[in-house]
């Protein structure tokens, strides 16, 4: 049985699909922390909004996370997911994430997402990457 944040963390991946950022604002803290390892970290409601529009801007055929494996303790959820994309040149493409999210007073405050961003360039250079992809649920 999934705990309430659980609930809300798979809900708001499922959501992702939509490719509506704004749909996801109400899952977010006015203050929350949204950092993708690598990047600059996006502070606040409206700065992680920006964010996933850009994201979904960049990848406009597709955009979608498949749920691997969930688990939650207390106000810490993690997810493995397989974040799916399309590039320009029409592949869909399968990226390894593990994804933490933290749940204060029912609403996402923080969300680190991490990966391998060497695999990036191995899916824009051709080369197979396919044993680094786990099979979603």
Not at 90 to 108: D, E, L, N, Y
Request: aromatic residues 8%; hydrophobic residues 40%.
């Amino acid at each position: 049985m999934m705990s309430t944040n659980t609930t809300l963390v798979s809900e708001f991946c499922d959501l992702m699909v939509k490719r509506d950022a704004e749909v996801l604002r109400r899952f977010f803290t006015a203050d929350a922390v949204y950092h993708n390892v690598g990047m600059p970290p996006a502070v606040g409601v409206d700065a992680i909004v920006e964010n996933l529009a850009q994201q979904m801007t960049a990848f406009p055929d597709s955009y979608e996370y498949r749920m691997v494996n969930l688990a939650g303790d207390g106000d810490v959820v993690l997810t493995e997911r397989v974040d799916m994309i399309r590039t320009p040149d029409g592949i869909k493409h399968g990226v390894p994430v593990m994804g933490t999210f933290v749940i204060t007073g029912g609403k996402i405050s923080r969300w680190t997402d991490y990966f391998d961003t060497a695999l990036l360039v191995k899916m824009n250079t051709g080369e197979d990457y396919s044993a680094l992809v786990p099979q979603s649920s």
